[in-house]
């Protein structure tokens, strides 16, 4: 196949994968920030919930061991995705059949969202193997920034859907809200399955010369520049998740806000999210991924903050739009680096160890706020607020010491954090970061 021919197959490939993208983030709008508030209604307790996220980001990191593994064995990482879609087509239907026939409790849910989680797990180091293949490197962060952007704003549509779903029906049954929006997460990854299988997949050489073992990655943690990246990563993800789980719980038991007002509250993040995502993309292609990160990282840290501040629902709105904003840059310029620092044949096992190590971060994260929850001081009148505190300073420390270690590894135009963010929103912009198309 010729480079005309090849070119013009990985633009068909990426037109198709925009569309199964569609599909695909319908499905998290509408259960990603969905799973608790169906455990609640079961009678969840808080360490259930703890459990929840928990377990989840657990099992989806133990099997990184072996998820590179399976596109070397099957020959194809667009078979390896297709397998683990399907299987999250079917726990999907699961669910719906759950709550339709009111069988389900906390538990139930809990081990169809280990299975659930754990097979996209299983998918996405081949997933992103693929789709970074067909992305030209200097065109990554303007062309992710771009999807992401879009993408989201379907994740916000559909998040806002389900919200106004389980509102209508509060009384009627809110239960059958859930079956709702079970029934529309499981025709949506339907549909993606199908956009998948009309893509072009880049043959990929794959032979032992490319194989590092996870025991070869850590000894390597000295060294290696991307080992210390994934350090930095993990221990950013388990001081965030230390409380992350729990502002849900915060928002629908302490303060007893409504199921719209806490769609309309984590929508605000999402929605500035991908409103600001394809900036930070087109910032990310000049200066770097690493400059952003170092930038983002230690706001991120200040977020809990606010929410000890005031928890007036307006302010709530605001801090969310700027949690959304930094977010954005920190997790679109996290997966960039993978993409630069990681060679093409040796990205899927990258993207694997990546994987584990941030899933087991998230992971003892929840799980240690689920259990010091229980036995922390109460702030302001609660305990969670506290819980928040030491998440922030967490997230501070990891942000301020762990950061410095690391390298850009690509060449990058210098420029200093407060021009880099005045830069961000809109004062003084950078040379090539104004507006124009990108396909």
């Known amino acids: 196949m010729n480079s005309q021919s090849v070119n013009a197959e990985s633009a068909k490939s990426l037109e198709r994968s925009y569309v199964n ?29 703890g459990f929840l996220n928990a377990l989840p980001n657990l099992f989806s990191s133990l099997v990184q061991f072996k998820s590179a593994d399976l ?23 699961t669910m719906f059949l759950m709550a339709l026939f009111n069988v389900a409790n906390p538990w139930t849910v809990i081990l169809c969202v280990i299975f659930f989680s754990t097979c996209g ?38 998040t806002f859907l389900a919200g106004m779903i389980l509102h209508g029906m509060e009384k009627i049954n809110t ?11 499981f025709l949506c990854r339907l549909l993606s399955l199908n956009y998948l299988r009309g893509m072009y997949e880049p043959p990929l050489e794959y ?5 590092f073992t996870f025991f070869d990655f850590i000894r390597r943690l000295k060294e290696s520049n991307f080992a210390k990246f994934v350090i930095f990563v993990s221990l950013m993800n388990f001081s965030v998740h230390l409380a992350a789980p729990y502002f849900a719980v915060f928002m629908l038991k302490d303060l007893s806000f409504s199921y719209l007002l806490y769609s309309v509250i984590n929508i605000m993040a999402a ?21 952003i990160i170092k930038v983002t990282a230690p706001l991120i840290g200040i977020i809990p903050l606010f929410w000890i501040i005031n928890r007036n629902p307006l302010f709530l709105l605001i801090v969310q739009a700027f949690a959304g904003f930094v977010w954005a840059g920190f997790n679109l310029c996290c997966t960039n680096f993978i ?73 990058i135009e210098a420029i200093s954090g407060h021009k880099l963010f005045f830069s961000m929103v809109g004062m003084n912009p950078i040379g090539g970061t104004l507006k124009k198309n990108v396909r």
């Open 339 to 411: 993409y630069d620092a990681a060679r093409p044949e040796k990205r899927a096992r990258c993207i694997a160890y990546f994987n584990l190590l941030n899933g087991l971060a998230i992971c003892l994260g929840a799980l240690l706020g689920g259990f010091l929850v229980k036995y922390l001081p109460v702030f302001l009148g609660y305990k969670i607020l506290t819980l928040f505190f030491l998440s922030s300073v967490l997230r501070v420390s990891a942000a301020l010491f762990f950061s410095k270690m690391l390298k850009e590894v690509r060449p």
């Open 207 to 211: 032979n032992q010369e490319n194989h």
């Open 175 to 185: 239960l059958y809200g859930f079956v709702i929006i079970f029934a529309l997460a």
């Open 121 to 158: 797990s299983l998918a996405n180091p081949a997933w992103g193997s693929l789709l970074s293949d067909l992305v030209h490197q200097n065109k990554r962060g303007e062309y992710f920034g771009w999807r992401s952007r879009n993408l989201g704003l379907v994740i916000v549509a559909f």
């Open 71 to 93: 596109a070397d064995k099957l020959s194809s990482r667009k078979k390896t995705i297709g397998i683990f879609i399907s299987l999250q087509t079917f726990v999907l239907l």
């Open 21 to 49: 993208g569609i599909f695909s983030s319908a499905t998290n709008g509408l259960t990603q920030e969905y799973f608790t508030p169906f455990v609640l209604l079961l009678g969840a307790t808080t360490q259930q919930v």
């Open 271 to 291: 929605l500035t999210v991908y409103l600001s995502i394809r900036r930070w993309g087109k910032h990310a292609d000049r200066v770097g991924n690493l400059k």
